[in-house]
């Protein structure tokens, strides 16, 4: 499957995988974003991640199946 590749800059040392959601644009709310990590849409390196606190470091791939986009971090 071919990814849309969204790149997105950070500029601490991690974010949380629902504000990350959020800061890129995937989602309008925290809400919504609790929800898709919860159903298990979201992977992380590969590997579904229902973590909603996940930390996620520059370096790591995100990708949501539903919209076909891949977020890195960077």
Do not use: H, W
Not at 4 to 33: H, M, P, Q, W
Not at 41 to 55: A, D, F, L, Q, S
Request: charged letters at 35%; proline letters at 1%.
């Amino acid at each position: 499957m071919k990814y849309n590749e969204i790149e997105v800059n950070i500029r601490s040392e991690f974010i949380k995988l629902d504000s990350l959601l959020k800061y890129a644009g995937i989602v309008e709310t925290g809400g919504i974003g609790k929800e898709i990590i919860s159903e298990e849409r979201i992977k992380v390196n590969g590997e579904i991640c229902t973590m909603r606190g996940k930390k996620i470091r520059p370096g790591d791939r995100v990708q949501i199946d539903e919209i076909q986009s891949e977020i890195v971090v960077k």
